[in-house]
T-cell receptor, first 118, second 109 residues
């Protein structure tokens, strides 16, 4: 299993440009997430999905869009990039620990995309 | 708003000693608690999870949970230079997690 893969690894955008960050997982997990991490900060949830066709906003969704047409793929779209979107973006997928939602969901992270908007 | 608090550090510990990392959380409905290790420039890696009060041991790592005090800790015994990293505490009540800002740990040879 490759786990969670993300492309690209690095990207520099000019203000106002758009791009899509790709995320794919091969573990057949229903749950997928997009986070951003700013220097010295924790992870902030942007969007998440509980299955194909179902997405919901997280803590910081403004300026981003997502779609989930398959179990494997969960792309993140940045429209009209702004310097405030300079960050490291992590995609993750999860499954319920021991098959029980009551014990929590173990999240596996991709390697990240380092994005700079200038 | 759910909050997870950690001391940002840096926490410096001599090699071979015990490193103690602490985390408090605000949501009493939280059910699952995780510790992630993140090396500089890398993605978070799950090292421990706990969901019942008490201690859970895995090798050199022990997670401790006290739901009444809303407190989670991670102990690393026999600290090694390879343990130098940022440790993120994460708390969940459902399929989502709330992360702390992390504690930077440095093991001094």
């Amino acid at each position: 299993n490759a786990g969670v893969t993300q492309t690209p690894k690095f990207r520099i955008l000019k203000i106002g440009q758009s791009m899509t960050l790709q995320c794919t997982q091969d573990m057949n997990h229903n749950y997928m997430y997009w986070y951003r991490q700013d220097p010295g900060m924790g992870l902030k949830l942007i969007y998440y999905s509980v299955g194909a066709g179902i997405t919901d906003k997280g803590e910081v969704p403004n300026g981003y869009n997502v779609s989930r047409s398959t179990t494997e793929d969960f792309p993140l779209r940045l429209e009209l990039a702004a310097p405030s979107q300079t960050s490291v973006y992590f995609c993750a997928s999860s499954y319920p620990i021991r098959g029980q939602a009551s014990t929590g969901y173990e999240q596996y992270f991709g390697p990240g995309t380092r994005l700079t908007v200038t | 708003q759910k909050e997870v608090e950690q001391n940002s550090g840096p926490l410096s510990v001599p090699e071979g000693a015990i490193a103690s990392l602490n985390c408090t959380y605000s949501d009493r409905g939280s059910q699952s608690f995780f510790w992630y290790r993140q090396y500089s420039g890398k993605s978070p890696e799950l090292i421990m999870f706990i969901y019942s009060n008490g201690d859970k041991e895995d090798g050199r790592f022990t997670a401790q949970l006290n739901k009444a005090s809303q407190y989670v800790s991670l102990l690393i015994r026999d600290s090694q230079p390879s343990d130098s990293a940022t440790y993120l505490c994460a708390v969940g009540g459902n399929e989502k997690l709330t992360f702390g800002t992390g504690t930077r740990l440095t093991i001094i040879p």
